[in-house]
């Protein structure tokens, strides 16, 4: 829960008694308005300094009468460019502020409108916690000043005194408790705008809950396209609680895998495929989830092959062919009969005598960190 905010009050400003250049003698009269006035504010909140200016000088600077009427029986309520205006003097309702300016002879009004509210309040629920883990406890403050300074104080531990979090002008506190039970606690919180500075005071029952476990989660099988995964362990604690599992790819969940097992695609293939379990239970905690994490072998859709004549002294050109698979790098070999020809690493080999009726094939190798290594061949040529 965070902050609502309930009410805008202005701040004491200077009260300017002009507002534009001088008017020319063919431009319409000054007229009267009214600065520094809130549109609605709570009724416990301070007295407010309510101006009236006009909106421009009028030519030789003459004086000028502020005749204010705060009550709806006439102008009678005050003289001067501002007045003070008390939300305590009130009852929660619509007021309406009339100010009355005379310069030179000529009148002008204005009118605005104050809405006094209820009084500040704040509250805390009935919040649920988890036992061991932070839990967001917030207070929920209203009818306030919008341009007011809030300190909150809190009392978490049942001692009595509200010192339980480091930095006081915070409204949500992340206590930790132990072990289940129900724990009282109370905020403490006070504006800069109130008329009288007591801090209003809220207290609720925080409910502890003890959390579902899970035991570790493991995936086996077949780490390649067309095989089957099985996630297994994952065991709860209490054992009725209900699982839920689904499984991703580099994080992202796959849609309808949400079985114990997962049969592997070549949309898999060279990434990472996991496993999160979920757990929960009528009255008791969420548990945290749970994941197992494979690396999927990369998988070779279209094998390798190379073109050139088959001859001595040609020289052979090598296609890695097309392949599943992320962030890999990709090394290549020349093989003799099946055997690795000395120094021959590049999509492009030149045949020599020792080759002469034997079998060569170019061979694909794709690799990454912590992935199983994959290697695909050619068909085998005969070279003559």
Known sequence: MRRMIGAYVAGVVALAGVAAPAAAEDEPPPQARIVNAPPFIPIDAKPVLIGATLDQTPAGDPPVLYEWDLDGDGFDDGTNNAIIWNP????????????RATVNGMTSTASTEILVIAAFKVGLGNPVAVAGRKSSIGATVSNYPLNSV??????????????????PHDDLVEPIWATPGEY????????DQLADPVPVTASTIVKVIPPVTLTAASISGTLKAGSLLTATGATPTPSDAELTR??????????????????????????RISVRVDAARDGWGDALPVSKTVNVAAACTVRPTFTGTARVGRTLTGSKGTWRQVGHTFSYRWLRDGKPITGATRTTYTTTRADRGHLITFQVTAKRSGFPTVTAKSAARRIY
């Open 88 to 99: 305590a003097e009130h009852d929660l309702d619509a007021y309406t502020i009339t100010v």
């Open 150 to 167: 809030l300190t909150f104080s809190w009392e978490l531990d049942g001692d009595g005194d509200f010192d339980d979090i480091a930095d």
């Open 184 to 191: 009282p606690i109370q905020v403490k919180v006070i504006h």
């Open 246 to 271: 689904s499984w991703l790819r580099d994080g992202t969940p796959i849609g309808g895998a949400t079985g114990t097992t997962y049969k592997l695609t070549t949309a898999d293939a060279g990434r």
